[in-house]
């Protein structure tokens, strides 16, 4: 069993900066893709941010490309998201999430991601 814990989320202001980080747990991490996705009351999760196994390759979503940068450290089993200039309507929890499945290029569907973090909140304050 793969088990994601998330950290970091918290309350900034408008223009501010914050870093996600996600550590998972177990001795494969680096065959994993890994992505970000958010979701806030009422809506469907949304795509944010994923990266390959190697770190090498990372698609971000129209509405975070040039703030948001995801990373991986896979001698720590963790993948990071950082946030900068954040705007209202990034308020939202964020998850990150595991696909196990050795895709060329990473998933942007929720219902392609095996495991799933408990999600952690991120509130910007305008």
């Known amino acids: 069993q793969v088990q994601l814990v998330e950290s970091g989320g918290g309350l900034v202001q408008a223009g501010g900066s914050l870093r996600l980080s996600c550590v998972v747990s177990g001795r494969t991490f680096s065959n994993y893709a890994m992505g970000w996705f958010r979701q806030t009351p009422g809506k469907e999760r949304e795509f944010v941010a994923a990266?390959?196994?190697?770190?090498?390759?990372?698609y971000y979503a129209d509405s975070v490309k040039g703030r948001f940068t995801i990373s991986r450290d896979n001698a720590k089993n963790t993948v990071y998201l950082q946030m900068n200039s954040l705007n209202a309507e990034d308020t939202a929890v964020y998850y990150c999430?595991?696909?196990?499945?050795?895709?060329?290029?990473?998933?942007?569907?929720?219902?392609?991601?095996?495991?799933w973090g408990q999600g952690t909140q991120v509130t910007v304050s305008s």
């Open positions: 990266i390959g196994q190697s770190g090498s390759i990372t």
């Open positions: 999430a595991v696909d196990r499945n050795r895709r060329i290029i990473p998933a942007r569907v929720p219902s392609l991601y095996d495991y």
